[in-house]
């Protein structure tokens, strides 16, 4: 599976992004996809994850801000952001794995480069 991170940018707290992860090359089931982040000096941490096309999950810290949302025609996922914050610069990776909603970023098998996002205060 070869995923394609796109999507990242620099905005002012309280804007918006969205950034989009294009999937290829599937042999098999993929049923999660997700997004993580990584700020300096902190661990990768899971943001949102999506099975399907319904089924999410969200870290506390963003939840009420951002959305997952999947494209299955197009094996395309999207971050909507919303609210950004200043705390919300990372670099954003996409992810997939076959099991259903795994909640570690050492879980998921499957990741694409990473999409720097910054927010100015």
């Known amino acids: 599976v070869q995923l394609q991170a796109s999507g990242g940018g620099l905005v002012q707290a309280g804007g918006s992004l969205r950034p989009s992860c294009a999937a290829s090359?599937?042999?098999?089931?993929?049923?999660?996809f997700a997004w993580h982040r990584q700020a300096p000096g902190k661990q990768r941490e899971l943001v949102a994850s999506?099975?399907?096309?319904?089924?999410?999950n969200y870290a506390d810290s963003v939840k009420g801000r951002f959305t997952i949302s999947a494209d299955g025609a197009q094996n395309t996922v999207y971050l909507q952001m919303n609210s950004l914050k200043p705390e919300d610069t990372a670099i954003y990776y996409c992810?997939?794995?076959?099991?259903?909603?795994?909640?570690?970023?050492?879980?998921?098998?499957?990741w694409g480069q990473g999409t720097q996002v910054t927010v100015s205060s």
């Open positions: 090359g599937t042999s098999f089931r993929i049923h999660t």
């Open positions: 999506i099975v399907g096309e319904r089924g999410t």
């Open positions: 992810a997939a794995d076959p099991k259903l909603l795994p909640d570690k970023p050492g879980e998921y098998g499957f």
